[in-house]
């Protein structure tokens, strides 16, 4: 384990990701544009590439261990059929929650997407979140720079259904890792308010961003009053890119809730065609509607439009 030293930098420079109100680049799954999603490889590339927090999805194994995965499966993104073909569940789905870490260490971890880092020899690991924090603590500590992580914790009320509740075990993990106060290089993450709630609850005060999908069980918050009510269990709102483009109103409420906003998914291979070019989304968002970060897949082409200001 590295000591809680290793956040801040040899001179105790936390400025990066802690104090600064800069806007910010967030690693979503790594430097995921080019490397699979979720490996240590993806995360390395994304400090390399001047991220300021990198993203680990998480889930919970079946001996209750957090590891760096998108889906609450494994056969979208690991070659599990292949190791374990006996082990879907009647849907047809191999359950991360059905695996014990040291099983999930026999697995290679695959790109989700065809037209990304192409097939062929290469070999890659899921990280456990131990290791994901690990690594950025320990590039921190190399680099002199303070890369903060920004976990999210995926389908946690599953999980607890499962008898896997995620709360405690996030934050025993970083807390162990030196993540411990509101000022500290975290934003915890969900798309659950009562998953948030309930870190609250157990006294974390560490920034929180209530995810927002375009789906019906958002919709209660869509108003100055119900962005109101987010601000009594989280920092910030990490809401679909289009729901800004679509309800601009969005981005003044969070203002006078205080909330910070940090939409999703910027990629590069991924434009959507109002805009001429990744470059200008990224200028439409960070510098038309003043968003305080984004979540890209491609975290260099969102330094380089930051850095060029
Ligand atoms: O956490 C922000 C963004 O990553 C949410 O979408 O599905 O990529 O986790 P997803
Ligand atoms: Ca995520």
Redesign the pocket.
């Known amino acids: 384990m590295l000591p809680a030293a290793t956040l801040a930098g040899d001179d105790g420079d936390t400025e990066d990701a802690v104090s600064s109100p800069a806007k910010i680049v ?1 690693a ?2 790594g430097a995921s544009g080019y490397l699979p999603e979720h490996t240590l490889a993806a995360y390395a590339l994304a400090h390399g590439m001047g991220a300021d927090y990198i ?1 680990p ?1 998480l889930v919970l194994t079946r001996d209750g261990h957090l590891i760096c995965l ?1 889906d609450i499966y494994l056969q979208a993104t690991t070659n599990v059929e292949q190791v374990f073909p006996d082990r879907a569940r009647e849907d047809g789905r191999w359950y991360a929650a059905d695996f014990s870490l040291a099983e999930v260490r026999r697995l290679e971890a695959e790109e989700r997407l065809g037209n990304r880092f192409p097939k062929g020899g290469s070999r890659f690991a899921v990280p456990s979140f131990v290791e994901m924090i690990e690594l950025v603590q320990g590039l921190n500590e190399r680099t002199g720079r303070t890369v903060g992580i ?1 976990p ?1 914790i ?1 389908a946690p009320a599953w999980h607890r259904g499962e008898g896997l509740p995620m709360e405690e075990e996030l934050l025993e993990v970083v807390e162990r890792y030196g993540y411990r106060e509101s000022g500290a290089p975290i934003f915890v ?1 969900s ?1 659950e308010a009562e998953s948030l709630k309930r870190l609250r609850a157990l006294g974390s005060e560490l920034p929180q ?1 209530f ?1 927002m ?1 375009e789906v019906a069980q958002y919709r209660s918050f869509l108003s100055a009053e119900g962005i109101g009510r987010v601000a009594t269990f989280a920092d910030g709102i ?1 809401p ?1 890119k289009t729901m800004l483009e679509r309800q601009p109103e969005l981005i003044g409420w969070a203002r006078d809730a205080g909330l910070t906003i ?1 939409p ?2 910027f990629r590069a291979d991924q434009v959507p065609n109002r805009h001429g070019s990744h470059e200008a989304e990224l200028e439409r968002y960070l510098f038309e509607l003043g968003v305080d970060g984004v ?1 890209t897949d491609y975290p260099d082409r969102a330094r380089a439009v930051l850095d060029r200001r």
Do not use: C
């Open positions: 967030i979503h799954r993203e999805d998108h920004y999210e995926k993450q798309f961003v995810l999908a990490g679909a940090h999703y998914t979540f």
